[in-house]
């Protein structure tokens, strides 16, 4: 299996350039937990309410921000074709919960978060024990 099977390709983008203010404002409006900020389809991180929380708290002018501006952290990145295994020892190595998901170009495909990997691995572990049931 690999991250294909279970990265969440639905997930929300925005230019570097694009206002704070504005992916705020479509982070409300959409219930959403993060953006993806991209550069052509290059990630250069994944936007999270936290990040524009901890801008804000240090008193940064949010009006006067980009998205680029107030991403936090180095982006964990991991290649579509990698597996589980791959996944969650990259996140491990960087004490992350989510990796962004490019392909062979290093194009965004999507995002896979930790919690991903654990209900796959739930599953595989269900199917492991229910051949001793029987």
Partial sequence: MTLTDILDATVA?????????????????????LVAVLDEQR??????????GRAYVAGEDLDDKTASDVLSGDL?????SEDLSALVAHLA????????????????????RLEDALV???????????MFDG
């Fill in 13 to 33: 983008t925005a230019a570097p350039t694009t206002p704070v203010g504005d992916v705020t404002a479509a982070m409300r409006r959409n219930s959403l937990e």
């Fill in 76 to 80: 964990v990145t991991v290649r579509e």
């Fill in 43 to 52: 990630p250069l991180g994944l936007l999270t309410p936290a990040d524009i």
């Fill in 120 to 130: 796959q691995y739930g599953e595989d572990l269900t199917r492991i024990l229910s």
């Fill in 93 to 112: 190595d960087e004490n992350a919960r989510r990796a962004a998901v490019v392909d062979d170009a290093g194009d965004f495909v999507g995002v896979v």
